[in-house]
């Protein structure tokens, strides 16, 4: 079976919509613990890349030399919601580089929450790149990039020594070849790979001790972003409220298109998803779901994540997301 059936949507007690997906949970030596659905699949990882991207601009003492702070790692890792915070962090950062966000190769965007766009909108009156959920991802590259002498030019670009690492690390990491390199919508480089393939490459990043002269980075990237969750998503972020709730024990990560991560330390694993459609709000069901079926979280309090209320324009409540599996 490809796929399999994994949320359900209802309204008014009858089904109208379903969501179908792959999933697996795989250790970091290789061995398939679980598995929905084919998991060979091809996928773009999209932002649940961030971790290994991460790792390839601050391995090799990068993060020492330009000493990094925990919350900046965790910001790096970044899909954040563009809150004030986010915004305060990103303006910092260039700053302190002597950079702008010119330099940035990510478009312009608005704030995620509402609230936030509007009082943008009222402020600046324009998209600003700064407000775009990767560009923390994108001052790591720049900073990175100054500290080693590279062109801050084109850093987005494959042939871009960064680029060209960071494609290095995956194949290492996934003890897979990559063939075809896609364009993320932040304009980095984003691999076609195997759903299991990159499950392998982030329980390699689960199990710290196996990447000799990158553990200690490695390990401190996952802890700055279960250490700062807000940082790494938003206050109202599915992916912070499900990191806090594991208690240090997962960090989860999201990705565009229906892709979700969860790295789990404590069992040197890792649990990917992509839903076949491409819906975030499938994927958040999916993996609250399947996460609870490992007994980490308590699941009573996993119980609104996996079953989610529908309600219309007069906030009444008329159905539900469920999780199927």
């Not at 989860?252 to 076949?276: C, H, M, R, T, Y």
Request: with cysteine; charged share 25%; proline share 3%.
């Amino acid at each position: 079976m490809e796929s399999v059936k994994m949320v359900e949507v209802t309204r008014s007690g009858k089904v109208e919509s379903f969501h179908q997906g792959v999933a697996v949970l795989i250790n970091s030596s290789g061995e398939i613990l679980q598995e929905w659905g084919n998991s060979e699949k091809l996928i773009y990882p999209r932002s649940a890349l961030k971790p290994i991207q991460s790792l390839n601009l601050y391995k090799d003492g990068v993060a020492e030399g330009l000493n990094i702070s925990d919350e900046y790692i965790a910001l790096t890792t970044a899909s954040h919601h563009s809150e004030s915070f986010h915004q305060k962090m990103i303006i910092d950062w260039l700053d302190k580089t002597n950079l702008n966000e010119d330099n940035l190769s990510c478009g312009h965007d608005w704030p995620w929450n509402l609230e936030d766009k509007f009082e943008t909108k009222i402020k600046y009156n324009k998209k600003r790149r700064i407000f775009h959920n990767c560009s923390g991802k994108h001052c790591g590259h720049l900073v990175v990039s100054k500290y080693k002498d590279l062109p801050i030019e084109n850093y987005n670009k494959n042939d871009h020594p960064i680029q060209k690492e960071l494609i290095d690390l995956i194949e290492n990491l996934s003890s897979y070849k990559i063939k075809n390199i896609g364009i993320d919508g932040c304009t980095l480089p984003n691999p076609l790979i195997p759903l299991k393939k990159f499950a392998y490459a982030m329980a390699q990043i689960a199990d710290y001790n196996k990447l000799n002269e990158n553990s200690i980075i490695a390990k401190r990237i996952v802890d700055s972003c279960i250490k700062f969750p807000e940082i790494t998503g938003g206050t109202n972020s599915v992916n912070c409220a499900l990191t806090k709730l594991s208690k240090g024990k997962i960090f989860f990560k999201n990705g565009a298109e229906g892709v979700f991560v969860a790295i789990i330390p404590e069992q040197k694993s890792a649990l990917v998803v992509k839903i076949d459609d491409g819906a975030s709000r499938a994927a958040e069901i999916a993996i609250a779901g399947l996460i609870s079926e490992l007994n980490i979280i308590d699941e009573e309090k996993l119980v609104k994540f996996k079953k989610s209320p529908i309600k219309n324009s007069a906030d009444q409540i008329i159905g539900c997301m469920n999780f199927l599996l």
